[in-house]
């Protein structure tokens, strides 16, 4: 064999090397920069979404009677109660745990903003959420408007409520469950009841490393 062919055999040889070890070393780059899926939060009565769902757009008012749209939501991290400031029980409730867990949180967490949307704008006015959301905590916000809007985004928040009158007295019945915005606006999880604080601590906590790590962007990093 001559000196020019065997060099050109060894060249040839040393491309389709190169050729299989970059295809092969791209192979193992994408499968180690696939995201990790959603963690399993079964345990903390919390369902993660792979992929964020977009909330419906909106106008409203908050409880300095600011307009509130959804981009306005994007930047932070949001807990999200679809309630009412007359309720009886579930809503106190669900407020004063959500106001327990923002005690418990890492302070390496980011801090997140806990949003009331009530169930009836008719008797929750801005002036009326900004008394109730307050004695919560500055973290505390509340959005009131027009009674199809706020249907609207509950439905988006996979959340629902009906009104019905009982001896006179306008009674609400709603969804119990937290929703977790990311600081894209977009709805990153669902926490059903019991709300235990304590676990809605960690839940967040898993939620945003998991987050950070896959999807810094969504994540606010």
Request: charged fraction near 20%.
């Amino acid at each position: 064999m001559g000196r020019s062919l065997r060099i050109t055999l060894i060249g040839l040889f040393l491309i389709v090397a190169l050729v299989f070890g970059l295809t092969v070393g791209r192979q193992v780059f994408l499968a180690n920069s696939e995201p990790a899926p959603a963690p399993d939060l079964s345990e903390y009565n919390t369902y993660v979404y792979d992929q964020p769902r977009e909330l419906t757009e909106f106008t409203l008012l908050n409880e300095q009677g600011e307009t509130v749209t959804r981009e306005d939501l994007k930047g932070r991290w949001s807990f999200v109660f679809v309630g009412y400031t007359n309720c009886p029980d579930i809503c106190p409730a669900a407020m004063a745990n959500l106001r327990q867990t923002d005690k418990l949180l890492s302070a390496e967490l980011p801090q997140p903003d806990y949003l009331l949307v009530t169930a009836d704008p008719e008797h929750d006015t801005p002036d009326t959420l900004k008394a109730y959301t307050g004695f919560f905590g500055e973290h505390f916000h509340g959005l009131t408007g027009e009674l199809d809007t706020l249907r609207s985004l509950a439905k988006s928040l996979s959340a629902v409520f009906v009104h019905r009158e009982v001896d006179g007295q306008l009674l609400v019945d709603h969804s119990g469950h937290f929703a977790l915005l990311n600081p894209d606006g977009k709805l990153q999880a669902l926490i059903q009841p019991p709300h235990n604080p304590k676990e809605l601590a960690e839940a967040f906590e898993r939620i945003y490393r998991w987050a950070k790590t896959n999807h810094p962007r969504a994540a606010g990093v």
